[in-house]
């Protein structure tokens, strides 16, 4: 029994850490939530199948496995799309294909179904608490036991007891491993997000900009919709530094981010280019368009009142600087972004110049 014990506990931890893997690195951004849900389901219904066929001993007549861990695990992931999908492949492989349907079968079948409901009723979607995961193994656990109460013939509580300590531990097993992983996305996460943002402003870097001008032109390409790149630069900021010191400039720079991102919608992309020059994307935005934009983020800055560490007021401009695809090819974007900045502040500054 103890081989095919730690058959099952590898089982577990090798499924549920490439599960992840492939989970967070290849599906969370390529599918819609609900497929994300469904593959989930899938997946977890499958494994549930696979450990069918790895069943224990529990006496020299009764045998049991872990099939109602994934069941958990897939109503944690995807609620009760992948819960459902789970149970039903269960279920179906258990009425079916596993010595027929036959009383047995269709309680057992009936046990994954409770084990849904139970799960559904008690654990929060996406939020990994242990008084909650507890609970509901507990409760499941109830229902099995009762399973093996109708169904075994005679010495029942040996089996019960059996299989209430070995089940109980895999699924504290399961529940730490689970929330190891989480942590390990959640600090991977973090640290990819921090390595795409400007430390100053919280806004993206030119590493993360990079990816979003070339993911905007592979969809402006499909679609057929034009989009428009900004280039910013502060006016006179130089002067802010040597007058008020380096302190003052950063408090420019994250005032400025502010007003940036309450100019322009979520689905545009804004980053710092470096010192006191910033880019956007802006979607779906033609030239007629990206002039009004344009023009309209200028006067939120000129508006804007910049307060200083030390308490005081400062009035600054901008100058922008703008080019628009398709009118200009992709390769060349930035570059005439930047020298119809050139041009705006060479023209007087606190204006607005578009690339032609």
Same mark, same amino acid.
């Given at each position: 029994?103890?081989?095919?014990?730690?058959?099952?506990?590898?089982?577990?931890?090798?499924?549920?850490?490439?599960?992840?893997?492939?989970?967070?690195?290849? =599906?969370?951004?390529?599918?819609?939530?609900?497929?994300?849900?469904?593959?989930?389901?899938?997946?977890?219904?499958?494994?549930?199948?696979?450990?069918?066929?790895?069943?224990?001993?529990?006496?020299?007549?009764?045998?049991?496995?872990?099939?109602?861990?994934?069941?958990?695990?897939?109503?944690?992931?995807?609620?009760?799309?992948?819960?459902?999908?789970?149970?039903?492949?269960?279920?179906?492989?258990?009425?079916?294909?596993?010595?027929?349907? #036959?009383?047995? #079968?269709?309680?057992?079948? =009936?046990?994954?179904?409770?084990?849904?409901?139970?799960?559904?009723?008690?654990?929060?979607?996406?939020?990994?608490?242990?008084?909650?995961?507890?609970?509901?193994?507990? /409760?499941?656990?109830?229902?099995?036991?009762?399973?093996? /109460?109708?169904?075994?013939?005679?010495?029942?509580?040996?089996?019960?007891?059996?299989?209430?300590?070995?089940?109980?531990?895999?699924? @504290?097993?399961?529940?730490?491993?689970?929330?190891?992983?989480?942590? #390990?996305?959640?600090?991977?996460?973090?640290?990819?997000?921090?390595?795409?943002?400007?430390?100053?402003?919280?806004?993206?870097?030119?590493?993360?900009?990079?990816?979003?001008?070339?993911?905007?032109?592979?969809?402006?390409?499909?679609?057929?919709?034009?989009?428009?790149?900004?280039?910013?630069?502060?006016?006179?900021?130089?002067?802010?530094?040597?007058? *008020?010191?380096?302190?003052?400039?950063?408090?420019?720079?994250?005032?400025?981010?502010?007003?940036?991102?309450?100019?322009?919608?979520?689905?545009?992309?804004?980053?710092?280019?470096?010192?006191?020059?910033?880019?956007?994307?802006?979607?779906?935005?033609?030239?007629?368009?990206?002039?009004?934009?344009?023009?309209? /983020?200028? %006067?939120?800055?000129?508006?804007?009142?910049?307060?200083?560490?030390?308490?005081?007021? @400062?009035? @600054?401009?901008?100058?922008?600087?703008?080019? %628009? *695809?398709?009118?200009?090819?992709?390769?060349? /974007?930035?570059?005439?972004?930047?020298?119809?900045? *050139? %041009?705006?502040?060479?023209?007087?500054?606190?204006?607005?110049?578009?690339?032609?």
């Amino acid at each position: 029994m103890i081989e095919k014990l730690i058959s099952n506990f590898t089982l577990l931890t090798t499924f549920l850490f490439f599960g992840n893997l492939l989970r967070s690195k290849y =599906m969370k951004n390529k599918f819609s939530t609900v497929w994300n849900h469904a593959i989930s389901g899938l997946f977890l219904g499958l494994f549930g199948i696979l450990l069918m066929y790895f069943t224990f001993p529990i006496t020299e007549n009764a045998t049991s496995d872990f099939r109602q861990i994934p069941i958990l695990v897939s109503v944690y992931l995807g609620g009760v799309l992948s819960g459902g999908i789970t149970v039903i492949l269960i279920a179906a492989y258990r009425l079916f294909f596993i010595h027929g349907v #036959s009383f047995a #079968s269709i309680i057992a079948a =009936m046990n994954a179904v409770v084990t849904l409901g139970i799960a559904l009723w008690l654990m929060p979607r996406k939020r990994l608490r242990f008084k909650n995961w507890f609970l509901v193994q507990m /409760l499941a656990l109830v229902a099995t036991d009762l399973v093996y /109460l109708v169904i075994l013939p005679e010495d029942k509580l040996q089996p019960i007891v059996i299989f209430s300590l070995l089940s109980t531990a895999a699924g @504290l097993f399961t529940y730490f491993l689970l929330r190891n992983l989480k942590k #390990s996305d959640d600090l991977l996460h973090m640290m990819e997000e921090a390595a795409h943002r400007d430390f100053l402003t919280g806004l993206h870097n030119k590493r993360a900009f990079k990816a979003f001008f070339d993911q905007q032109v592979e969809s402006s390409q499909n679609t057929s919709l034009p989009f428009s790149i900004l280039a910013v630069d502060i006016d006179h900021f130089k002067l802010v530094n040597d007058t *008020y010191g380096h302190a003052a400039g950063d408090a420019v720079l994250i005032q400025l981010a502010d007003v940036l991102r309450d100019s322009f919608r979520p689905g545009d992309h804004i980053a710092r280019n470096g010192g006191e020059e910033f880019i956007i994307i802006v979607d779906n935005c033609g030239q007629e368009r990206i002039r009004r934009t344009a023009e309209r /983020l200028r %006067t939120n800055v000129e508006r804007f009142a910049f307060i200083l560490p030390t308490g005081e007021q @400062l009035k @600054l401009t901008v100058s922008v600087g703008a080019a %628009t *695809y398709p009118d200009i090819i992709p390769e060349n /974007l930035f570059h005439k972004a930047d020298d119809a900045l *050139y %041009t705006a502040k060479k023209s007087g500054r606190n204006l607005v110049c578009l690339a032609s």
